[in-house]
């Protein structure tokens, strides 16, 4: 009779069609047995319905302030293998896109040094490799710095910055996003090894308004690629998609958040009225073949995303509207001179643990934009404000310097 | 050999295939040739084959060195993930297309989530790796995915894309805030302090400081020394002061739980970005298969596929029909849960600001 299970919870998760993560466990387990541990450990929280890893730990590699987390079972005594049980972020190859070779280098490194548990990918985007004890880490990070990779970042420092595809597989992509991301990674290994400001910061980087990596949700500077001027239209593949039997006026004319595209289904031709098109991409979307993004292409610049903790999520607003494509290339020095003084005045102004949005709302955009030396302009905002308590500067109040009576 | 320092990642064009990198910035268009294949064709005529596969996201170094295997016989050695975890097989040989897709079929991976339906789901560390987590992330994934893969392999389509995320704790970490329908771990107890460890473990007043509600007070102790209390009618289970201070612990079995969110995106296509708002304020954990989440977000998309129309993601769709009528149609209970009197002791300033990149010049 075979051997009774010790995880029979977890083994109801190797059933059924989707890929289990348990199985996962059990084979890295097969080679290495104290990852089995892991599995044990976490069949103790299904059974208890409550963690047990113990708060934080302060862990890491020489000359880096963030990169590692560190981990510790809060059931040494049941679980030694996972006693203590340490995250590598690894900065990922910009845009996710691998050779077998170096991820089966990395795969060697992490076999021997660690628990053989990965996320492909972890939620910022790094590789992150699940599991590891105090005295490889270091070890770790040297083979890994061998091989030519990095740590990626943690706590209130540059976080990894991540881009979509872009123009390595997207025909929409308005900006070399994957070359801007990576450029800005390098430029920025100070503050993305370090942990020097009020909190963390992240940088993203969507080709386009479909904006694949959610910048827009969840950078502090979020890049959506956009272009200016005339969408593209081809006339023949409009016809084309109308013969096929696509409904252009249901499915892309009514679909036109600005009602700004007009179908003539005798001649099968569109026209838009490009200066009332707000660039959703919708269009685009449904007829890749006969639409293309406009010529002058570039990207819109966005500020203060992040999740909940502390005072509510933010999405990014409008700081840029357009950036030009070529200012987007080496090098940077706009974008260089920006982002630092952005920085400096975070950095100066934000409290403990507040983001960039945070401090954009406690103090306001007026402020902002006048240590910025910026021009408050209509595309920032949604609606004028609908209170009458305004703050104004001093300054614009001019009085003949007669007091009244 | 000691680290060298700052290198950086490796540069990504060191890892791009050949046929991307005569065709990249030069794509002219792409055809979803069918469930999780796209096909890009370059201006030069050049055409790429991408088969999207989805995976857990908590994988093995075999997994990795398997998927390796399989690029290596069909892929010329290159592959990718997405931003969603799934892996995009890059095939340039046409020839190579079905026998890869069989080689996958074969080893039981599910092929799919592109177009309209439902593709991997973002999601956390939960109870595998995580401090602070209310639930397990990598369990509710498998048993929600298991039950909506038909959404992921095309056998069923949609309205329009649907995006899941989930995360364990209030933390959202993933877009989660912004997904078509989130899962999300909840406290709903006031941390527990260890009021008497507490100040030799942790800073007093960064404690007392890291609370948004300001429901922490300081205490002196019996003894004379300063602590804190909790005016736990203040408390919304956060959970921050726990990750400044690890004597505040916050999880409880009972009362830890799941909640559902629906109608938050991303993408800027038709309507602009939005929040996911709360549509189910707890569902309790209750591990291997979490059968009360898997119903409740099975019920929110069986209605979503049969009532929305054509292209309106689920938030699109619920703001057509009206909030009333979601609640109606999917008998969920309203609740004075979902009536939002959190203010975060500050009011809303950026709500007036442009959140989406649709504007005119």
Known sequence: MAEESKTPLLDELEKGPWPSFVTDIKMAAKRKPETMDLL????????EKIGHWKHGGIVGVMGYGGGVIGRYSDRPDLFPGVKDFHTLRVN???GWFYTTKALRTICDIWDKRGSGMTNFHGS?????????????????FDDLSEAGFDLGGSGSDLRTPSACCGPA????????????CYDMTMEYQMELHRP?????????FSGCPNDCVAAVARADMSFIGTWRDDIQVNDDEIAAYAEGGLDIQADVADNCPTKCISYDASSKKIKIDNSNCVRCMHCINVMPKALKPGKERGC????????????????????????????LEPPYEWFKDFIDRLWEWWDENGKFRERFGELLDRVGMRVFLKAMDMEPIPQMIEAPRTNPFVFWWPEDVETSGKEAK | MPAKTDIGPPYFKDFLPKVILDNYGKWDYHEIVKPGVLMHVGESGDKLWSVRVGGARLICTDRVREYCDIADEFCDGHFRFTSRHNVEFLVADEAKLEPLIKVLTDKGYPIGGTGNGITSIVHTQGWVHCHTPATDASGPVKAVMDELIDYFTGVKTLPAQLRIALACCLNMCGAVHCSDIAILGIHRKPPKPDVNKLPKVCEVPSTISSCPTYAIKPKKLEDGTKSIEINDERCMYCGNCYTMCPAMPLADPEADGIAIWVGGKVSNARSGPKFSKLAIPFLPNNPPRWPEVVDAIKNIVELYAADARKYERVGDWIERIGWETFFD???????????DDFDGGAPPPHIAFRTTAQFRF
């Not at chain 1, 910022?124 to 770790?140: F, R, S, V, Y």
């Not at chain 1, 020097?196 to 993203?204: E, N, T």
């Not at chain 2, 149609?329 to 009536?339: E, N, R, V």
Request: glycine share 6%.
């Open chain 2, 329 to 339: 149609k999917t008998g969920i209970p309203f609740t004075d849960m979902h009536i």
């Open chain 1, 124 to 140: 910022t985007g790094d590789i992150i490799l699940l599991g590891t004890d105090t005295d490889q880490l270091q070890p770790l």
């Open chain 1, 40 to 47: 044990n450990q976490l069949e103790l929280s299904y059974e």
């Open chain 1, 300 to 327: 819109t610049l966005m500020a203060g995303a992040k999740a909940p903790i502390l005072m509510g999520a933010r999405l990014s607003s409008v700081i840029v509207p357009f950036v030009p494509k070529e200012k």
């Open chain 1, 92 to 94: 990922m190859p910009t």
């Open chain 1, 169 to 180: 597989r997207c025909e929409w992509a308005c900006f070399d996003n994957l070359q801007m």
């Open chain 1, 196 to 204: 020097m400001w009020p909190y963390k910061f992240k940088f993203k």
